[in-house]
């Protein structure tokens, strides 16, 4: 039950992002992968910083925040090729 969750903070996550980030979707399973990707990326950034997030809102927080910087990472990295 822990990976359907996992999978739908990263669907959601990754959703998110595209909606601050303001760009095309990536559909539905690439929403999912920038989401799972996002939430690594999150974790270790709050890690660093000290910061914990705990729960359910918690963590889909800190995956859209990875998931964002997810993106402009791969904005960048486009742009540059």
Do not use: C, N, P, Y
Not at 8 to 20: D, E, M, N, S, T
Not at 39 to 51: M, N, Y
């Amino acid at each position: 039950m822990e990976f359907v969750w996992f999978l739908i903070i990263g669907l959601v996550a990754g959703w998110l992002a595209g909606q601050f980030v303001k760009g095309s979707g990536f559909g539905m399973l690439g929403d999912i992968i920038i989401g799972v990707v996002g939430a690594f990326i999150g974790g270790s950034l709050f890690r660093t910083l000290g910061v914990t997030a705990g729960g359910l809102v918690g963590s889909l927080v800190m995956a859209t925040i990875g998931a964002i910087v997810l993106i402009v990472i791969l904005r960048a990295v486009k742009r540059v090729t």
